[in-house]
């Protein structure tokens, strides 16, 4: 997804996390959600091998160390028990069991261990009760690899991402605006929060630079972040979106 400036276009994804430890290596004032290290490594259980295959492929592709694809429950366990994986992408339907109660029983011997659902349509409900048992993550099949990368990073970041066409429903309608603009906002870095209230101000990219002495390409990269992360596609946009939601206000109270 490429947007009209010719760059990443913002990822359709509402991170809607609980409060997590960070991963090793991670960067806190790091532009944007990292790409997973090669010493991270991923598990894909999925009963469609051909799909799990090309995943794992595409993944490897960007880097990634990706243990070998199972297919089932008892071998996600097995598996997760023997290679202690950073990262689990798991299939919700499996043939044979529910892929809801194979990743509680993963959180439950491994808590360290991040799993994501992963599933051929996106379902509030289903993604609401995978988000309950505590995964970190609910994302579709037919999120592009790119994307889905960006979504990875931000889940070993310790966020948690659902689609963001399912992040309203899935919260079932019990979380108030507010609270979901809060969760938004706790994802920018504290430097982030000062790039995005100098935005506000109407400062100019190298007026930025001048003020926080760095670089025209540390404050692009800032700049990039925070669209990332308010999930819109211009600094125009993200002006409008922290003014309408008084984002600011919330900033510096």
């Given at each position: 997804?490429?947007?009209?400036?010719?760059?990443?276009?913002?990822?359709?994804?509402?991170?809607?996390?609980?409060?997590?430890?960070?991963?090793?290596?991670?960067?806190?004032?790091?532009?944007?959600?990292?790409?997973?290290?090669?010493?991270?490594?991923?598990?894909?259980?999925?009963?469609?091998?051909?799909?799990?295959?090309?995943?794992?492929?595409?993944?490897?592709?960007?880097?990634?160390?990706?243990?070998?694809?199972?297919?089932?429950?008892?071998?996600?366990l097995d598996a997760v028990d023997?290679?202690?994986?950073?990262?689990?992408?798991?299939?919700?339907?499996?043939?044979?069991?529910?892929?809801?109660?194979?990743?509680?029983?993963?959180?439950?011997?491994?808590?360290?261990?991040?799993?994501?659902?992963?599933?051929?349509?996106?379902?509030?409900?289903?993604?609401?009760?995978?988000?309950?048992?505590?995964?970190?993550?609910?994302?579709?099949k037919d999120m592009p690899v790119?994307?889905?990368?960006?979504?990875?990073?931000?889940?070993?970041?310790?966020?948690?991402?659902?689609?963001?066409?399912?992040?309203?429903?899935?919260?079932?309608?019990?979380?108030?605006?507010?609270?979901?603009?809060?969760?938004?906002?706790?994802?920018?870095?504290?430097?982030?929060?000062e790039v995005l209230a100098m935005?506000?101000?109407?400062?100019?990219?190298?007026?930025?630079?001048?003020?926080?002495?760095?670089?025209?390409?540390?404050?692009?990269?800032?700049?990039?972040?925070?669209?990332?992360?308010?999930?819109?596609?211009?600094?125009?946009?993200?002006?409008?979106?922290?003014?309408?939601?008084?984002?600011?206000?919330?900033?510096?109270?």
């Amino acid at each position: 997804m490429i947007d009209q400036r010719g760059e990443p276009a913002a990822p359709d994804l509402a991170h809607v996390g609980r409060p997590l430890v960070p991963a090793p290596n991670a960067e806190p004032d790091a532009a944007g959600s990292r790409i997973p290290q090669s010493g991270e490594r991923l598990l894909i259980v999925d009963c469609h091998v051909l799909f799990a295959d090309l995943l794992r492929f595409s993944l490897e592709t960007f880097g990634m160390t990706v243990l070998p694809v199972v297919t089932s429950g008892d071998d996600a366990l097995d598996a997760v028990d023997h290679h202690l994986p950073s990262l689990v992408l798991l299939e919700i339907d499996l043939p044979t069991t529910s892929g809801l109660s194979v990743g509680k029983s993963i959180l439950e011997r491994h808590p360290q261990a991040k799993v994501v659902a992963l599933s051929d349509a996106g379902d509030p409900r289903t993604a609401r009760e995978a988000i309950e048992m505590g995964f970190h993550g609910y994302l579709t099949k037919d999120m592009p690899v790119g994307q889905l990368m960006t979504a990875l990073g931000a889940v070993l970041d310790g966020q948690v991402v659902i689609p963001r066409a399912l992040a309203g429903p899935a919260s079932g309608g019990k979380w108030p605006e507010d609270r979901h603009m809060h969760l938004i906002v706790d994802q920018l870095t504290a430097r982030e929060r000062e790039v995005l209230a100098m935005l506000v101000e109407g400062a100019s990219s190298q007026e930025i630079a001048r003020r926080l002495f760095v670089s025209l390409h540390t404050v692009r990269s800032h700049v990039q972040s925070v669209l990332t992360k308010l999930q819109v596609h211009s600094r125009l946009e993200a002006v409008a979106f922290a003014v309408q939601h008084e984002i600011i206000e919330s900033l510096t109270a």
